[in-house]
């Protein structure tokens, strides 16, 4: 694992590809047209595979975002500005959440170990848009240069790339003991906590079935713990992953009870699972535990 987080940091700082280069990954939505909820998008590092060296940082609570962006100059001298604000729900198709606002950059502050001197009122920097199409999935143009599509960095556990021939979306891979804690609300309005489910799921290592993954389906398995141990594990799916026949594009269901819940691929996480029944209940799974 800490050979991963190394890999990853020393990318974040290898030089930034000319804007020339690809604009990111294309990350497809199946089933996102008929969705009611957002989920809040992912906190942590994100970036454009394509171009790493360059990147944003951020930090989202209750619908305020606070990050920093990082790049270079001209010259290609390191520099970070600062974005905050609050996320907007967007209205346009396609979109689930958009901030639009200026950089800011500060100068004058001191360096490490030296005597400390504040930094100077905050200047403005170029207009930042940020348009989140899933929940790991950003859109990003920064002033007036072409925008790029960005996903946050999975370095501290496996993934891999099962639909690379439709997209370069990295899926986790979850271990033997991969538990998530699962909590199930119901649409109504407003929403009672008193009707909320809350289980504890243990979820298996997604396996391919036999012929490959284009031709078959990604199944990420769960088991009952009650029967570990003593008795034998008893196994069943959790989340199918599958190309859809009209588009030919993968999209994921999780099936939980005599419910199905659709979950685009970028609202699949190594930390965070999200999906939408057709009654437009929910499901959302928080991971809490690593192998």
């Known amino acids: 694992m800490i050979r991963q987080l190394l890999i990853a940091l020393v990318l974040l700082v290898l030089p930034a590809a000319p804007l020339i280069a ?8 199946v089933g996102c047209d008929n969705l009611l909820h957002a989920p809040f998008p992912e906190t942590g590092a994100w970036y454009n595979p394509d171009q790493s060296g360059t ?7 209750n619908g305020y975002l606070a990050g920093h962006y990082y ?41 490490i170990g030296c005597e400390y001197q504040p ?9 930042i848009k940020l348009e989140f199409l899933q929940r790991n999935y950003l859109r990003i143009t ?12 999975l370095y501290g556990s496996l993934g891999m790339r099962y639909f690379e021939e439709q997209t370069p979306y990295v899926f986790p891979q979850y271990g033997d003991d991969t538990f998530f804690t699962l909590v199930l609300k119901p649409n109504t309005d407003p929403p009672t906590p008193e009707s909320w489910e809350h289980l504890i799921v243990p979820v298996g290592v997604g396996k391919v079935a036999s012929g490959g993954i284009n031709e078959g389906r990604l ?73």
């Open 142 to 153: 920064l002033g007036d240069n072409p925008s790029q599509f960005y996903v946050p960095i």
């Open 219 to 291: 199944t990420y398995k769960t088991w009952i713990p009650q029967s570990r141990p003593p008795g034998p594990d008893v196994f069943w799916d959790f989340i199918i992953c599958e190309l859809e026949p009209e588009s030919g594009q993968p999209g994921c269901k999780i099936l939980q009870g005599d419910k199905e819940y659709i979950m685009p691929i970028a609202n699949m996480s190594d930390s965070r699972i999200f999906g939408e029944a057709e009654d437009g209940s929910t499901i959302e799974g928080y991971r809490i535990s690593y192998d």
């Open 119 to 127: 930094p100077s009122e905050p200047s403005e920097g170029p207009v």
């Open 22 to 29: 690809q604009e990111g990954p294309y990350v497809p939505c």
């Open 71 to 111: 790049g270079y100059t001209a010259e290609g001298l390191p520099e970070w500005q600062i974005v905050t604000g609050s996320l907007v729900r967007s209205e346009q198709e396609g979109l689930q959440w958009e901030l639009e606002t200026k950089l800011q950059y500060f100068q004058g502050g001191n360096c």
């Open 55 to 61: 990147g944003i940082n951020l930090e989202i609570q």
